[in-house]
């Protein structure tokens, strides 16, 4: 198995999110098994045979939020790897600048001296790191730094146990990215790299143990607010979900525009006519749904049957 991986993703500027929030729930188009092709997740590449590791699943075994989560595990075909590399990358439909942007999560590992877990936001293309944070095997939580080209994992004042869920946060600025576990910030610095993040991967290093990640949110703004949960007042809501014939839109905000996307970011044809929309000759499959309101973005899922 190779150490470094490559992904080339389908992605397109043009799609505007306010918010996206992912917890693997059948609701929202996923399904317990292989994270491989739901959605916009696929598993570590192995530039071989088979072409992704197989093991890093959707399960019902201990969530946050709803019934699911990710559970990423060791792959005994593999050894331990040099860099947390195993698991499950989210190829991003829109980009994020590395100075506005805000990714949290649930985490719960399940050992100590086992794996290195990590969070990673990157530029797939070239690998480059825009953010990395490991739980790392010790219990020290650490953060990726780059010092004059050098780069290095440096411990912040934070550690973790094993079987509790971990908040986490880490919010892009124009000054600095911050860094939260629970609602406390625990570091701040600079952008490894300053460059748009394509890619979102929850990982490990293949040595012992097993994490549950959930309750993902991704917003295209640098939220301060610790107890922010939502970008906006407004709120928006689709449905029949799943969908056969029309989907309904409805908005506390007046509706200027819709954008429908299938799962790889292609804008496919949709015409919104009295707070609907005709899904009737779209393929069967999960959708993007982008609502310009007045002043707002939102970004809703929905399937089509």
């Known amino acids: 198995m190779k150490k470094i991986y490559s992904i080339a993703a389908c992605l397109f500027s043009i799609v505007s999110f306010a918010q996206q929030i992912v917890s693997f729930e059948n609701s929202d188009g996923f ?22 590791v197989l093991h890093q699943v959707i399960c019902t075994d201990n969530a946050t939020h709803g019934s699911n989560s990710l559970k990423i595990v060791k792959e005994n075909t593999y050894g331990t790897q040099s860099i947390p590399i195993i698991g499950a990358f989210d190829n991003l439909p829109v980009l994020l600048s590395h100075n506005n942007f805000t990714v949290s999560f649930d985490m719960n590992m399940s050992q100590l001296q086992g794996s290195i877990f990590s969070f ?14 490991d739980f790392d095997n010790s219990g020290v939580v650490k953060v990726l730094k780059n010092f004059s080209g050098i780069s290095s994992m440096e411990s912040t004042s934070s550690s973790w146990s094993p079987n509790s869920w971990y908040r986490m946060k880490i919010v892009g600025t124009a000054a600095d990215i911050k860094y939260y576990l629970n609602e406390t910030l625990i570091y701040s610095g600079t952008a490894a790299e300053e460059l748009n993040i394509d890619q979102l991967r929850f990982v490990h290093d293949n040595t012992e143990g097993v994490a549950y990640i959930d309750n993902i949110k991704i917003y295209n703004q640098a939220m301060l607010s610790v107890s922010n949960s939502t970008v906006n007042n407004n709120t928006v809501r689709v449905y029949p979900n799943p969908a056969t014939d029309f989907i309904k839109i ?37 959708y993007w749904v982008n609502i310009k309101t007045d002043g707002e973005n939102f970004s809703e899922k929905f399937i089509k049957k």
């Open 250 to 286: 409805s908005s506390s905000g007046k509706i200027k525009s819709i954008e429908v996307y299938d799962s790889v970011g292609k804008k496919v044809e949709a015409t919104l006519k009295n707070d609907r929309v005709d899904v009737t000759s779209l393929n069967a499959g999960l």
């Open 31 to 52: 399904y317990a098994g292989d994270i491989q092709g739901q959605g916009t997740w696929i598993s570590t590449p192995t530039g071989d045979e088979p072409p992704n």
């Open 120 to 133: 990673q936001a990157l530029r797939s293309a070239d690998e480059k790191y825009v953010v990395r944070l």
